[in-house]
């Protein structure tokens, strides 16, 4: 069992505890088999260190639903741009700790080439590719990873120069972006460079931009803050 629950009446409402880290919990099904009639308004209490992302469906609450998140509860999304809350009713947040979507990807690093005597020597130095963004490591997972750096590009060297030249042509890839922090943006890719003399050179794949971070909530328009603590990431309605 990855959580523990224990309900009681408050002013008519029916409330569950969420005490124990879990994975996308189904608040419905939770108070549904721990007693909870439609009847009743739904306050779920959440003071679980983590919860991997948490989608509260399209389904809505006959008397509503209150999300009371407290300060040591961190609601996040998965590495890579994953959304940490997603609603399509309306819910109540009071919000005493943080909700953040999963760091953006960062960007792949610039490809460039050179050639000493025309493209059948064609070399290329090969952009590294991006970091991971911070969040949970997958979907099914509570292990949170930190954000990773890029890899780095490639570097090639020509076996000599062109034909009156000095110095061999070389071609240098760019660096990956690094991955970005909970509700952060990776960052793009760098840029290469080429040296040496040669017959000719230039860029095969330009640097990519890194990707936006994930939502900290996903259905925003449907959401009444009583308190909005820390919100990483996106608000989208």
Same mark, same amino acid.
């Given at each position: 069992?990855?959580?523990?629950?224990?309900?009681?009446?408050?002013?008519?409402?029916?409330?569950?505890?969420?005490?124990?880290?879990?994975?996308?919990?189904?608040?419905?099904?939770?108070?549904?088999?721990?007693?909870?009639?439609?009847?009743?308004?739904?306050?779920?209490?959440?003071?679980?260190?983590?919860?991997?992302?948490?989608?509260?469906?399209?389904?809505?609450?006959?008397?509503?639903?209150?999300?009371?998140?407290?300060?040591?509860?961190?609601?996040?999304?998965?590495?890579?741009?994953?959304?940490?809350?997603?609603?399509?009713?309306?819910?109540?947040?009071?919000?005493?700790?943080?909700?953040?979507?999963?760091?953006?990807?960062?960007?792949?690093?610039?490809?460039?080439?050179?050639?000493?005597?025309?493209?059948?020597?064609?070399?290329?130095?090969? #952009? +590294?590719? %991006? @970091?991971? $963004?911070?969040?949970?490591?997958? *979907?099914? &997972?509570?292990?949170?990873?930190?954000?990773? =750096? /890029?890899?780095?590009?490639?570097?090639?060297?020509?076996?000599?120069?062109?034909?009156?030249?000095?110095?061999?042509?070389?071609?240098? #890839? +760019?660096? %990956? @972006?690094? $991955?970005?922090?909970?509700?952060? *943006?990776? &960052?793009?890719?760098?840029?290469?460079?080429? =040296? /040496?003399?040669?017959?000719?050179?230039?860029?095969?794949?330009?640097?990519?931009?890194?990707?936006?971070?994930?939502?900290?909530?996903? #259905?925003?328009?449907?959401?009444?803050?009583?308190?909005?603590?820390?919100?990483?990431?996106?608000?989208?309605?």
């Amino acid at each position: 069992m990855v959580m523990s629950r224990s309900l009681m009446a408050a002013g008519g409402a029916f409330t569950l505890k969420i005490t124990a880290s879990v994975v996308n919990p189904n608040f419905r099904s939770l108070a549904v088999a721990a007693g909870w009639r439609p009847s009743r308004k739904l306050i779920v209490d959440i003071t679980a260190p983590l919860i991997n992302t948490l989608n509260l469906g399209t389904v809505a609450y006959p008397r509503g639903i209150r999300l009371n998140i407290s300060a040591g509860t961190r609601i996040g999304g998965v590495k890579n741009s994953g959304d940490a809350l997603t609603t399509g009713i309306a819910v109540e947040i009071n919000n005493l700790g943080t909700i953040s979507g999963g760091g953006g990807k960062g960007g792949w690093g610039e490809t460039t080439y050179v050639d000493r005597a025309g493209v059948s020597d064609r070399m290329y130095g090969t #952009g +590294g590719g %991006g @970091g991971d $963004g911070q969040g949970f490591n997958d *979907a099914s &997972s509570l292990s949170v990873v930190p954000a990773t =750096g /890029g890899g780095a590009g490639t570097y090639v060297k020509q076996s000599g120069p062109v034909v009156g030249g000095t110095t061999a042509p070389s071609a240098q #890839g +760019g660096n %990956g @972006g690094g $991955g970005g922090a909970w509700g952060v *943006a990776g &960052s793009a890719g760098q840029a290469g460079s080429v =040296g /040496g003399d040669y017959y000719a050179a230039g860029v095969s794949q330009a640097a990519i931009s890194g990707t936006a971070p994930g939502n900290a909530v996903n #259905g925003n328009s449907k959401v009444t803050w009583i308190a909005m603590g820390t919100r990483l990431g996106g608000l989208i309605n």
